[in-house]
């Protein structure tokens, strides 16, 4: 059956579903790309600029225009702002904690399987009271501005 001969309602919701599913994917690619990128910045700058404050606001804000442009409206596609702008958040602070993790780290053993030293750096140095403010408004932002730019 195709779309042309299917019910109104059938071919909305098909339509919808899509949206919501571009949404998604172009939402976590925002993420994975403000992550990387403004992970690489923390780390190259040193162990002073960890705190996250503007990082964490600036992957919210992104990944929920993201979201809410090509996702349309719906509170399920918001509603994916809040763990996508959460994992951004995480994926530019354990970066970061690479970069200072250990003498010859770096962000590459990460990925290939050895996250111990990362996670261990970021855990014991880095993750303080205010970065969990900080993820907290970062995934809030993710589903807030989700919900104003599909309006």
């Given at each position: 059956?195709?779309?042309?001969?299917?019910?109104?309602?059938?071919?909305?919701?098909?339509?919808?579903?899509?949206?919501?599913?571009?949404?998604?994917?172009?939402?976590?690619?925002?993420?994975?790309?403000?992550?990387?990128?403004?992970?690489?910045?923390?780390?190259?700058?040193?162990r002073q600029s960890h705190e996250l404050g503007f990082w964490?606001?600036?992957?919210?804000?992104?990944?929920?225009?993201?979201?809410?442009?090509?996702?349309?409206?719906?509170?399920?596609?918001?509603?994916?702002?809040?763990?996508?702008?959460?994992?951004?958040?995480?994926?530019?602070?354990?970066?970061?904690?690479a970069s200072q993790a250990a003498p010859g780290y770096s962000?590459?053993?990460?990925?290939?399987?050895?996250?111990?030293?990362?996670?261990?750096?970021?855990?014991?140095?880095?993750?303080?009271?205010?970065?969990?403010?900080?993820?907290?408004?970062?995934?809030?932002?993710?589903?807030?501005?989700?919900?104003?730019?599909?309006?």
């Amino acid at each position: 059956m195709s779309e042309a001969s299917q019910p109104a309602g059938t071919a909305l919701m098909v339509r919808i579903e899509r949206r919501t599913g571009l949404g998604v994917a172009a939402g976590a690619a925002a993420a994975t790309a403000a992550g990387l990128l403004l992970g690489a910045l923390q780390g190259g700058t040193g162990r002073q600029s960890h705190e996250l404050g503007f990082w964490a606001l600036a992957i919210g804000l992104l990944v929920g225009a993201v979201l809410g442009k090509v996702g349309g409206r719906g509170r399920a596609v918001a509603l994916w702002g809040i763990p996508l702008a959460l994992a951004g958040v995480a994926l530019a602070q354990l970066l970061a904690a690479a970069s200072q993790a250990a003498p010859g780290y770096s962000a590459l053993d990460l990925f290939t399987g050895h996250p111990g030293p990362a996670l261990d750096y970021w855990w014991t140095e880095i993750l303080g009271r205010n970065d969990v403010t900080f993820y907290t408004v970062a995934g809030l932002e993710g589903y807030l501005v989700a919900q104003r730019v599909a309006e």
